[in-house]
């Protein structure tokens, strides 16, 4: 089965980039979806399609997706930024299944 | 704006069964292709089946292969998740998700807590 691969965990000061990678054998043929998940809620949507915002997402979250390794970017980093973030992708190489990343923990300093 | 309301939490016994429903409005139901997404106790999220538009049924991951079986109503516009032979590992906050415009989740339900325990 398909496997996505997330760092447990990034720490970022205020106002600084996190940068929270995915990666996946060739997941650069897949599209990648990003969803932000603080404690005790369902989570929520900020990147589809690899690089595109839902509306109402803040423009300081992009992604990009290339080769192995899918990366969320979160560009001036807020307090409110802190939750965990799960990548996903559909592997349809094997009868179309869902797959979430491992999940990574951002911590704001 | 499409909304997905799921059912209580509930307590079960290992062996039971469990059938967790999903209630959807302000769209066209028939359309929908909800997902099932599970999340045990400080774990990350686990697919754990849906309907896929282009087969027309349901599809499950390998895993719950056996044990889930994914169902809709559409005259209620409801999803419905049913696991069987329950283990305290199956405890989980359970979600409904759902790809309406595109091939990722745009829309969740609020996920309902089932506890496994003798």
């Known amino acids: 089965s398909y496997v996505l691969t997330q760092p447990p965990s990034v720490s970022v000061a205020p106002g600084q980039t996190a940068r929270i990678t995915c990666g996946g054998n060739?997941?650069?043929?897949?599209?990648v979806h990003w969803y932000q998940q603080k404690p005790g809620q369902a989570p929520v949507l900020v990147v589809y399609d690899d690089s595109d915002r839902p509306s109402g997402i803040p423009e300081r979250f992009s992604g990009s997706n290339s080769g192995n390794t899918a990366t969320l970017t979160i560009s001036r980093v807020e307090a409110g930024d802190e939750a965990d973030y799960y990548c996903q992708v559909w592997d349809s190489s094997s009868d179309h299944q869902g797959v979430f990343g491992t999940g990574t923990k951002v911590t704001v300093l | 704006q499409v909304q997905l309301v799921q059912s209580g939490a509930e307590v079960k016994k290992p062996g039971s069964s469990m059938k967790v429903s999903c209630k959807a409005s302000g769209g066209t139901f028939s359309s929908y292709a909800i997902s099932w997404v599970r999340q045990a106790p400080g774990q990350g999220l686990e697919w754990m089946g849906g309907i896929i538009p282009i087969f027309g049924t349901a599809n499950y991951a390998q895993k719950f292969q056996g044990r889930v079986t994914i169902t809709t109503d559409e005259s209620t516009s409801t999803a419905y998740m049913e696991l069987s032979s329950l283990r305290s590992e199956d405890t989980a906050v359970y979600y409904c998700?759902?790809?309406?415009?595109?091939?990722?989740?745009?829309?969740w339900g609020q996920g309902t807590l089932v506890t496994v325990s003798s």
């Open positions: 998700a759902l790809p309406l415009r595109g091939s990722f989740f745009d829309y």
């Open positions: 060739n997941i650069g043929s897949k599209s």
